[in-house]
């Protein structure tokens, strides 16, 4: 399918290109030590991935360990309450650990394995990347550090509990506001001290190149599963696709199943409480080009150029950018991105579970609730949501916050 000037038979394999590189978006903006370790994990990256001894080793892992591949369910309750139009949930809830997190996670791993590297580094905000990144390295027996802010240890304890459970170290970060960026800096810069021993497992389709391309081809098991179950489930494709989009993992590996396909396809950023800068992290719908974490992509930023605060419920959610293919892909006008604020997904959040039983993520429930608002716009057709996770990490929060609705 020709869109807009792009081959989408092609487009996996043309983007990114060799440089990184979707459109104007992506490379590799680290410094030189850096370089040697993301050009290592490149090449590393390149013959692996054609090796039938890892494909087949990455199959096996995900059917026996990961419980893949996950259904899609019909959402007949809610779709009879909105009309016409039938909705569809994608289970990424039901993949191991809750979560889509762990389709790149066990790659990451697998790949560290192969490169005979001893120890996983990460870095992670609300824990949910930091206990997938943990679960990975215990399976493979390899070390795991996790560097996290103080303020986030504080806030997350359960999943700061299950790390430690399942082996890992958790590095405290205490300087500067002590949260994310702060941890993702730490993180490079231990990884910049010992990538002959570790690697650095990143947690999103974000970071220098290779991870915005390998995060997604890992993921991409998601879009690729999820057409299949479809057209088994009904004969048809479906009319339209959505996702919800923080550094843009779980949305990349679904629509990369789609693009070259007649279906339109939805990303949805969080709006939060509203438009001014702060109180959303609605990067490529209110962002501009820029460079940050080592890649150029459409940013948040504040008065002096730096990544801007930003705000969502969702805490996975919470970034100020999005992975460069996105940035291309938003201004190829292959994706259309909009918008869905706190008060929508949390009505999303208890939607869905009282009528169907799954309690959706925080951050799915975006993805949900945009899922609603087509279905009442399209009036006819057929709407394919990726549920990226499973809700009960955010259940005392939204009950504490929001009470039972
Ligand atoms: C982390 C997370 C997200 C956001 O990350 P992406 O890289 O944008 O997919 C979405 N949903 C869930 C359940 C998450 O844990």
């Not at 509990?161 to 490079?188: P, Q, S, W, Y």
């Not at 509203?274 to 940013?299: C, P, R």
Request: hydrophobic share 40%.
């Amino acid at each position: 399918m020709i869109y807009n000037g792009i081959d989408f038979d092609t487009y996996l394999k043309s983007y990114p290109n060799e440089d990184g590189y979707f459109g104007k978006y992506g490379g590799m903006y680290v410094d030189d030590r850096l370089k040697k370790a993301m050009n290592e994990i490149t090449q590393a990256y390149f013959t692996i991935c054609k090796s039938r001894k890892f494909i087949d080793e990455l199959r096996r892992i995900r059917k026996e360990f990961q419980g893949r591949p996950t259904p899609i369910s019909h959402l007949e309750r809610l779709s009879n309450s909105l009309g016409n139009v039938q909705l569809y949930v994608k289970r990424e809830d039901l993949n191991h650990t809750g979560a889509h997190k762990l389709n790149h996670c066990m790659g990451e791993a697998l790949l560290a394995k192969y490169m005979g590297k001893k120890k996983l580094i990460a870095e992670t905000g609300a824990g949910q990347h930091g206990v997938a990144i943990a679960t990975a390295a215990a399976y493979f027996g390899l070390e795991c550090d996790v560097y996290m802010g103080s303020v986030d240890i504080k806030k997350q304890a359960p999943n700061v509990a299950r790390m430690k459970i399942l082996g890992a170290n958790v590095v405290e970060v205490t300087h500067g506001l002590a949260t994310l960026k702060e941890a993702v800096d730490a993180a490079f810069e231990a990884y910049a001290k010992d990538y002959e021993n570790s690697i650095y497992c990143i947690g999103s389709v974000v970071g220098p190149h290779p991870f915005p391309m390998m995060v997604r081809d890992f993921q991409s098991v998601v879009g690729i599963e999820a057409r299949e179950q479809f057209m088994e489930m009904t004969g048809e494709l479906p009319d339209a696709v959505v996702a919800c989009v923080g550094g843009g993992s779980n949305s990349a590996g679904f629509f990369s199943g789609f693009l070259n396909y007649p279906v339109d396809i939805y990303g949805i950023e969080p709006l939060g409480k509203g438009t001014k800068l702060g109180d959303h992290a609605a990067s490529l719908q209110y962002g501009t080009e820029g460079v940050m974490h080592g890649f150029n992509s459409i940013m948040l930023k504040d008065e002096n150029g730096d990544p801007a605060p930003v705000y969502s419920v969702a805490s996975g959610l919470d970034y100020p950018s999005s992975g460069p293919e996105h940035a291309f892909l938003s201004e190829l006008g292959r994706v259309k991105y909009d918008v869905i604020g706190d008060d929508d997904a949390i009505d999303a959040f208890f939607t869905l579970s009282r009528l169907e039983g799954i309690i959706p993520a925080i951050e799915s429930s975006h993805a949900v609730a945009y899922g609603i608002k087509l279905a009442k716009e399209m009036g006819k057709g057929s709407v394919l949501i990726n549920l990226s996770g499973r809700g009960d990490k955010d259940m005392d929060y939204i009950i504490e916050k929001y009470g039972i609705r």
